[in-house]
């Protein structure tokens, strides 16, 4: 590794010294002018190896603001990082980029979004920014996996859409760690990208910074499914606070889960549906090369398609669809049961979801 | 005469042990012993029955007596009940009583320092065991011990008129007229529940084929009012049932109706904060029995099960598959009855609410929570419930809901059903019994394959959802002997009535 980004990385390990203060150095000075200058809280050389040893140890890279690979996008940024390590490809960042964010607790029917749009995009040779945390983002980024597997070629010749993780801890502190699996397939597939140093903790505040360089590396962000605060809500307004389209797909009113993206939507963004909607908003004609739509799924009797009318859109226990559907339970059972093998309905702890908006 | 016997007995579980308690005057100085492994209580009673021999204007023998408690194994005898025993004997050595008074009766009270004969715990049972001999209880405890006597049972107020009787001087107290047996119905009823068809059905299902359930729902939904009006749609007790379940309910001093025997299935709610030997039964002497063994014939309730401590939950296991709880400990061991139906309420999640889009809490935390039930409990549960809140329109509709005497009707004709069919209800059809009395039809073999084939059904699950089916299919049905096929209806209505109650992840084909 160049010894000057090995320095950079030593230097962002320093306690006390925020990244906007090494910017500030990092942007006029190299790495090892600026630990001349910072003297007697300077990284000493013990420091300087043990931080070689983490990064060689997770394979990790590393880039900072004076460096030729840092990010063009984020050297002008308001908030700008100073120092990045990533592991995977920065020329990843040279794709078109659309983020994928959402809350934590998606419904069902948000995952298959996320999941889905991730799908098509990734497809159409958008690479997928999104955060690697449970629910949405993590969604996102197993459609992008799907995407990737169904092409079977390595990612490096694939014209899919790469994917793209900026995550809060340090690259060695792996969380969630359901998400393991994901974590490896973008670091191998794609690019993963933090300012943190390794061994850090994913403390609470550094999810809202994260957000922050999230934003930062989108052209597009698309909210899938949000409460009316939280996390994603953050990343909204670091991307408006930078001029960043933000738009938002409809959800129930009455899901509290699609609080914030209705918000979104009463607020002027522009609503997302599917693929299209996200493509043309990228100025990408993808009239002629439509991806030809296959669903699997067999097209349910116009009985059953009256039962997810039924529905609403919105999660139902089985006590709610029999009033509604006023049938008993026996031939409402057997309905469920048919949509449910089908694919159309799933059953998350007693409520019924619809997947997909196909028939409707 | 220096030596005497008197027969008593001591309880020990949910049952009576003869006791033949001795009684040796002699020579030495004034004392009393008792020997025999007794407890604290029984040893207690050296100062109760001095008191009460005085009080009466009895003798008191100024002599070495011993007392010993003689059964035919080894073990600690506990309670009170052998007061009256001990003081006969004493007038029997006396030679104030005549010796065949042993030999005739039996004595089971506590004597208080005046003389009075005082209930004691367990009378059922203690009275049950005696053999061959008149038995004599206190006046308070005539009913109870008259449930299961095999021989006469007489009563009296003190003492002093225990010896009279014995003597010939005076009249038993006579026996007073019994109450009103199969005493004021329920007073909860179905037909207070509004709305909340699936549940209602689930609970019939239940009732009739005595399947457990999990109610799973929102704070205020209803899962409790539900759960407690499961004990008005079950039929009432047959005489042998309530018998036992009067037993259980005397040896652990629970209150019993004012018949004096229980003929309506009990319904149990322990708090969930019970402990272990609370629940399941037990103690150093006694063994009393537990809320397990009290549920017995009847419903046991666990509201909130998330809160009950994890090993409370998971020692429900054997006795929910035995029907049956044997407890041992380092001086005794017994076996005491658990054959109850399970009906269980829990949150989906912490914040109570869980339906998507609603509930705040994300995967883990749902996990975490779900993770206090284990799984083989889980999978216990034949039937699994969501109960949302019921519909404004439902809250305020004046007609009322079908009343727990018709659904009652309905359960008891199943139960009959499946007793005629099969000699027992259909949530103890064993896996050779199934594929006799509830045969599949191609349709339904299809539809329980698929989901073994996705994984969501266990081995036990299988089994499980054949049972529910075959309850479903006898409510449905109007013949009488009803062995006909299970079709795919009745077991996509018993998969639709086990929802999964972990949070689905790979819901999508994806």
């Not at chain 1, 060695?172 to 903790?201: C, H, Q």
């Not at chain 2, 272990?276 to 103690?283: Q, R, S």
Request: aromatic fraction near 4%.
């Amino acid at each position: 590794m160049n010894q000057e980004c090995l320095l950079a990385a030593a230097l962002s390990a320093v306690p006390r010294l925020g990244t906007r203060r090494l910017g500030a150095m990092l942007g006029v000075q190299t790495p090892s002018r600026a630990i001349e200058m910072l003297g007697c809280e300077a990284p000493s050389r013990t420091d300087i190896e043990l931080m070689a040893a983490k990064l060689a140890k997770g394979s990790m890279s590393v880039t900072y603001i004076g460096a030729n690979d840092y990010p063009q996008m984020l050297l002008n940024d308001v908030a700008r990082p100073a120092v990045l390590f990533y592991r995977g490809d920065l020329q990843v960042l040279q794709q078109r980029r659309v983020g994928i964010v959402g809350t934590r607790s998606a419904t069902a029917a948000g995952r298959y979004m996320a999941s889905h749009l991730a799908y098509d995009l990734s497809e159409q040779g958008v690479a997928i920014v999104s955060g690697l945390a449970r629910g949405v983002d993590a969604w996102a980024h197993k459609g992008v996996l799907l995407a990737l597997d169904r092409e079977g070629v390595s990612a490096s010749e694939s014209h899919c859409g790469q994917p793209i993780a900026v995550v809060a801890s340090g690259l060695d502190m792996t969380y969630p760690k359901e998400n393991a699996d994901l974590w490896r397939f973008v670091a191998e597939n794609g690019l993963l990208l933090t300012e943190s140093p390794p061994g850090t903790m994913p403390e609470a505040f550094r999810f809202p910074l994260r957000n922050r360089i999230l934003a930062a590396l989108c052209e597009l962000v698309v909210v899938i499914e949000s409460h009316a605060k939280g996390g994603s809500m953050i990343t909204v307004e670091e991307a408006q606070r930078r001029d960043i389209t933000v738009m938002a797909v409809p959800g129930s009113p009455r899901s509290l889960s699609s609080a914030g993206t209705n918000l979104l939507l009463q607020q002027g963004c522009a609503p997302v549906v599917d693929a299209t909607d996200v493509m043309v908003a990228l100025g990408l004609d993808n009239r002629r090369n439509h991806p030809q739509v296959f669903d699997s799924r067999r097209t349910p009797s116009l009985q059953d398609q009256a039962l997810i009318a039924h529905m609403r859109g919105e999660a139902v226990t089985l006590d709610q669809l029999l009033m509604r559907a006023s049938t008993d339970l026996v031939q409402t059972a057997l309905a469920l049961g048919r949509l449910e093998s089908e694919g159309w309905v799933v059953n998350n702890a007693g409520w019924w979801e619809v997947l997909g908006m196909g028939c409707q | 005469m220096a030596f005497a016997s008197v027969r008593s007995s001591t309880l020990l579980g949910v049952q009576g042990k003869e006791v033949d308690v001795e009684i040796h005057v002699g020579m030495g100085l004034p004392g009393f012993t008792i020997v025999g492994q007794p407890d604290e209580a029984c040893r207690e009673s050296r100062d109760r029955v001095r008191a009460a021999l005085l009080s009466c204007d009895l003798p008191w023998p100024n002599r070495r007596i011993t007392v010993n408690l003689a059964t035919s194994v080894h073990e600690r005898k506990g309670g009170a009940g052998l007061d009256v025993a001990i003081a006969i004997g004493l007038l029997i050595v006396q030679d104030v009583l005549p010796n065949e008074v042993g030999e005739r009766f039996a004595f089971i009270s506590e004597l208080g320092l005046d003389g009075t004969l005082r209930p004691v715990a367990g009378v059922v049972p203690l009275v049950a065991a005696i053999d061959d001999r008149v038995v004599v209880v206190a006046q308070e405890c005539e009913r109870e011990a008259r449930i299961a006597a095999r021989n006469e049972v007489v009563c009296a107020q003190t003492l002093a008129h225990v010896v009279k009787c014995l003597m010939g001087e005076a009249q038993w107290t006579p026996a007073q007229p019994r109450g009103v047996i199969g005493a004021a119905p329920p007073t909860a009823d179905m037909k207070d529940v509004r709305g909340q068809a699936v549940a209602r059905q689930a609970l019939e299902i239940a009732a009739a084929g005595a399947h457990h359930l999990l109610l799973v729902g929102p704070p205020g939904a209803g899962k409790s009012m539900l759960a407690q009006r499961m004990s008005s749609i079950l039929p009432p007790l047959s005489n042998e049932e309530a018998v036992a379940t009067t037993i259980i309910h005397s040896a652990a001093q629970s209150p019993l109706p004012p018949s004096g025997i229980i003929t309506l299935p009990p319904l149990r709610a322990p708090h969930h904060s019970t402990s272990l030997v609370a629940m399941v039964g037990g103690g150093s002497t006694t063994m009393r029995p537990g809320e397990i063994s009290l549920a017995t014939n009847g419903v046991l309730f666990l509201d909130e099960l998330g809160e009950f401590a994890p090993t409370v939950l998971d020692a429900l296991r054997q006795p929910l598959e035995d029907g049956v709880v044997r407890l041992a400990r380092a001086k005794s061991s017994v076996t005491m009855p658990a054959k109850f139906l399970l009906v269980a309420a829990t949150n989906p999640c912490p914040c109570g609410e869980g339906m998507p889009g609603v509930c705040v809490c994300d995967d883990s935390a749902k996990k975490r929570y779900l993770r206090r039930f284990s799984g083989p409990l889980l999978d216990r549960f034949d039937l699994r419930v969501a109960v949302s809140r019921p519909h404004v329109d439902e809250l305020l509709a004046d007609t009322p809901a079908e009343s727990s005497q018709v659904i009652a009707m309905r359960v008891l004709r199943v139960r009959q059903l499946a007793m005629l069919r099969s000699g027992c209800l259909n949530s103890a059809l064993s896996a050779d019994l199934l594929d006799e009395f509830a045969p599949l039809t191609t349709d339904a073999a299809a539809l329980l394959r698929y989901h073994l084939e996705r994984g969501r059904l266990s081995g036990r699950g299988y089994h499980r959802i054949r049972r529910v089916a075959r309850t479903i299919a006898d409510l449905l049905s109007t013949s009488d002997h009803s062995t006909d096929q299970i079709d795919e209806s009745h077991i996509a209505t018993a998969l639709a009535l086990r929802v999964g109650v972990h949070p689905q992840l790979n819901g999508d084909k994806l």
